[in-house]
T-cell receptor, first 113, second 114 residues
Framework: NAGVMQNPRHLVRRRGQEARLRCSPM?????VYWYRQLPEEGLKFMVY????????ESGMPKERFSAEFPKEGPSILRIQQVVRGDSAAYFC???????????FGPGTRLTVT | DQQVKQNSPSLSVQEGRISILNCDYT??????FLWYKKYPAEGPTFLISISSIKDKNEDGRFTVFLNKSAKHLSLHIVPSQPGDSAVYFC?????????????FGTGTSLTVIP
């Protein structure tokens, strides 16, 4: 986990609000993966980004969810108009040239009330 | 569609004995397999991995076995220690043109009893 930063660690939102989750990769890493862990489930892939590009978003819900990884700054996972079912732990993982080595951040626990 | 399965949600083992965690997968295209360890309120931490060209990889107390014909892998921890108590996730991947997303199992919670 060392080096991959996620904030906030805990986020509480009311239904209908927006949630913004941030992920700062390890130094030298330009590949970012977002995963979601629902209660009693494993981690599920959501989206894979490189700098300024979305490479694979096959795991993202079609509506309300978006992700970006700008040239400068952290990667952001945005959830608009949150619903109770969005409550989960969201993890990002980053890698450098070796795509087999993914390092995970500590996660953001989103609670929708 | 769960492509990686861990059918035992929990396992309890006496300290000093062997812990065996199992994992099954369905996609024959997977070519790399990993085990992650996760403590509460933390992200998964890489533990050990194995490429599909091998059938065994060992690192200290941890050994991963891969049986490609059965699409099965297992993690052996020996001797087990109380500090090994955590949730263990099996993951599989197949690097393609769209990156290397990992497919995770649902996890096995290991408790090592002192």
């Amino acid at each position: 986990n060392a080096g991959v930063m996620q904030n906030p660690r805990h986020l509480v939102r009311r239904r209908g609000q927006e949630a913004r989750l941030r992920c700062s990769p390890m130094k030298g890493h330009s590949h970012v993966y977002w995963y979601r862990q629902l209660p009693e489930e494993g981690l599920k892939f959501m989206v894979y980004l490189q700098k300024e590009n979305i490479i694979d978003e096959s795991g993202m819900p079609k509506e309300r969810f978006s992700a970006e990884f700008p040239k400068e700054g952290p990667s952001i996972l945005r959830i608009q108009q949150v619903v109770r079912g969005d409550s989960a732990a969201y993890f990002c993982a980053t890698s450098g040239q070796n795509l087999y080595e993914q390092y995970f951040g500590p996660g953001t626990r989103l609670t929708v009330t | 569609d769960q492509q990686v399965k861990q059918n035992s949600p929990s396992l309890s083992v006496q300290e000093g004995r062997i812990s065996i965690l199992n994992c099954d997968y369905t996609n024959s295209m997977f070519d790399y397999f990993l085990w992650y360890k996760k403590y509460p309120a933390e992200g998964p931490t890489f533990l050990i991995s194995i490429s599909s060209i091998k059938d065994k990889n060992e690192d200290g107390r941890f050994t991963v076995f891969l049986n490609k014909s059965a699409k099965h892998l297992s993690l052996h921890i020996v001797p087990s220690q109380p500090g090994d108590s955590a949730v263990y996730f099996c993951a599989a991947s197949a690097i393609g043109n769209t990156g290397n997303q990992f497919y995770f199992g649902t996890g096995t919670s290991l408790t090592v009893i002192p």
